[in-house]
């Protein structure tokens, strides 16, 4: 049983149901309900009520910190569990599911941190002293939280913990690929003590449980994270009733490496930018333009460096890069070398299977990509990284923004201000200097352009569901 509507355990009415799939091996680990619109309906609807008895907002606010601080427990009680579930759904190495695990539990404790915190403004009025003027921060309602794949477990805590902090109910769906451990994660919030109704899990299909969610006229907002197609079917699905939307979408990241770079730090930061989760990653630093005098030995050591990976099975503890998640992403990053191949590029390393069991893919560097290939243009999600010299940082500047998306970029270079002028000129949400990784949840995370609206972390993350009203009282 795989759904969790109003506090009950069930499955769908049509027991309709389909695989989740160990992408290491290809082997079934488990069966997910398919549900339908009467079971998302059901689910709407016991967020709904939960939301208007006010059942989690009227705790006193000591009790649901300590709920959130509960969970953020819970979830570290049982990490070793959900880490190796996370690897066995998801495919990545244990080590980084130990740390996306543990990022998620503390999720919790950062949002639970804030209830409580956030105040309205009193003020004047130009109306005059016999008036009290204040504003009252207010949850936005009814939440819908749709999940994807590539780093299901932490990505539904980053969702879960702003919105139980904002005093929302939630309807949350996974992935279909990876939708058991946030059954378990749904478990974890129950036994800390969050009434039940007030988190509800519907597994299903994007197609049918997304869209359903979206159309439905008692869900006041949706939180989503998932490519930039599905982002653009939710704003024509959502619009009935204006629902607030923070879409986290897709990326094609710009890493420029100048000259001056130190390549000790360039090397493993530009690898892991692309390589880590397989690529499938959607901060991941896809397409690297490197000046002329440092291209050639940049390449032939990160070439080095990425066949010397070790890929396999997650849950081998030495293995570094795991497989990509399904035969249809695999399908599609291979369809994309291709097409590079096609296109004229040279494969420096990797663009091959890798193994004969499971979905894996050698890590891949291209070189001498023309800059308008499709592998320079549109996400691969896979750990395939496209390479052009370049000669001008203007030209590199410009071919940087030359795409739809604005999600994330890095520089790396020893020049403070080229490094500081880089930063400012290119469109992104988030931009590394000498780095592709660390942030944290106290910093906005989100993307330009059509990476998407709005941004997720810190108190823009938790005032997304969130309405304000201002409150005007006539005194004399
Ligand atoms: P996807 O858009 O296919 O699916 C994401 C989620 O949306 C899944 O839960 C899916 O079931 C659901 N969905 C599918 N069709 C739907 C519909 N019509 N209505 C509502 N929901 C629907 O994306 P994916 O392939 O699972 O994930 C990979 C994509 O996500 C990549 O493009 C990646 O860049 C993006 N991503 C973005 C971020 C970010 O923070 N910006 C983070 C992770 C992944």
Not at 166 to 182: Q, Y
Request: with cysteine; hydrophobic share 40%; charged share 20%.
């Amino acid at each position: 049983m795989t759904l969790l509507i109003d506090g009950k355990y069930m499955d769908a009415d049509s027991g309709e149901s389909f695989q989740s799939i160990n992408p290491a091996t290809g082997e079934t680990i488990g069966n997910v309900s398919a549900a339908g619109a009467r079971e998302v309906d059901a689910a709407v609807r016991a967020a709904r009520a939960a939301f208007e008895d006010r059942r989690w907002l009227c705790l006193p606010y000591p009790q649901r910190v300590k709920i959130m601080f509960a969970i953020a427990d819970g979830i570290e009680a049982t990490l070793e569990d959900l880490a190796v579930n996370e690897v066995r759904e998801n495919g990545m190495p244990l080590h980084m599911a130990r740390a996306t695990i543990s990022n998620g539990a503390e999720a919790f404790r950062y949002y639970g941190g804030w209830i409580g915190k956030l105040h309205g403004q009193t003020g004047e009025i130009a109306a005059g002293e016999a008036f009290h003027a204040y504003t009252l921060k207010e949850p936005v309602g009814v939440a819908a939280l749709i999940v994807p794949w590539n780093g299901p477990f932490m990505l539904a805590c980053h969702k879960l913990a702003p919105a139980l902090a904002a005093g929302c109910t939630a309807v949350l769906k996974p992935a279909e690929d990876t939708s058991l451990n946030t059954l378990n994660l749904v478990q974890i919030v129950h036994e800390a003590g969050v009434p039940a109704g007030v988190v509800n899990l519907v597994t299903g299909l994007g197609s049918v449980v997304g869209q359903a969610l979206a159309e439905h006229p008692d869900i006041d907002k949706i939180s989503f994270t998932g490519s930039t197609a599905t982002g653009r079917r939710l704003i024509e699905a959502s619009a009935g009733n204006f629902k607030r939307l923070s879409l986290e979408l897709g990326g094609k990241s710009p890493v420029i490496v100048l000259d001056d770079a130190d390549l000790e730090l360039t090397v493993p930061g530009v690898l892991g930018g692309i390589m880590n989760n397989s690529g499938q990653a959607c901060i991941s630093g896809s397409r690297l333009y490197a000046q002329r005098g440092i291209y050639d030995k940049l390449i032939q050591a990160l070439a080095d460096r990425a066949s010397k990976l070790v890929v396999g099975n997650g849950l081998d503890k030495n293995t570094q890069m795991g497989p990509v998640i399904s035969q249809k992403q695999f399908d599609s990053i291979m369809g994309y070398i291709q097409s590079g191949v096609e296109e004229g590029v040279e494969v420096v390393t990797g663009g091959k299977r890798h193994g004969d069991a499971g979905f894996f893919i050698q890590p891949t560097v291209l070189s001498h990509v023309p800059a308008d290939a499709r592998v320079v243009r549109e996400e691969i999600f896979g750990p395939v990284l496209s390479a052009m010299p370049f000669e001008d940082l203007d030209w590199a500047i410009k071919e940087a923004n030359n795409s739809r998306y604005g999600l994330a970029g890095a520089v790396y270079t020893r020049s403070i201000a080229k490094a500081q002028r880089v930063s400012r000129a290119v469109r992104a949400g988030t931009f590394w200097i000498n780095s592709h990784r660390p942030t944290d949840f106290w910093m906005p995370f989100g993307g330009y352009k059509e990476s998407g609206w709005g941004r997720e972390g810190g108190i823009q993350g938790l005032e997304a569901y969130m309405e304000s009203k201002s409150v005007i009282t006539r005194l004399y």
